[in-house]
């Protein structure tokens, strides 16, 4: 097997802009393009709508994540192509996932857990 020594890749220039890449930047992700979404939905409210047409049951004393943070959190990960709740695992400590629920990327806040997005799923409305 070979071991690339690169640790900065240069492409061709855009314009006056350098683009290089670079392959030591800690925790990477494949799904970035989702930023993309992030932008539309803030744009145009639909996870914020979505929120607004849900009651929440919960006793507001003991809600670690609100409805529109689990609604984002689960809205996008069915958008990415992570149907399956079990995903959401480890995709909650992903801090594009973070940031993607309006969350400052926190090791020690994860997003909700698969169980809590079956209680919503499962939810009678």
Known sequence: ???????????????????????DGGRLTSDAGAMLLREVDRRLGLTSALAGCITDPRCVRRIRHD???ILTQRV??????????????????????QVLAEQRPDPDRPLASPVTLCRLKNRSF
């Open 1 to 23: 097997m070979t071991e690339g020594t690169a640790s900065k890749v240069v492409f061709s220039r855009l314009k006056r802009q350098k683009v290089e890449g670079y392959f």
């Open 67 to 69: 409805r529109h943070r």
């Open 76 to 97: 996008f990960g069915i958008g990415l192509g992570y149907e399956d709740l079990n995903d959401h695992q480890s995709l909650r400590d992903e801090p594009l996932f």
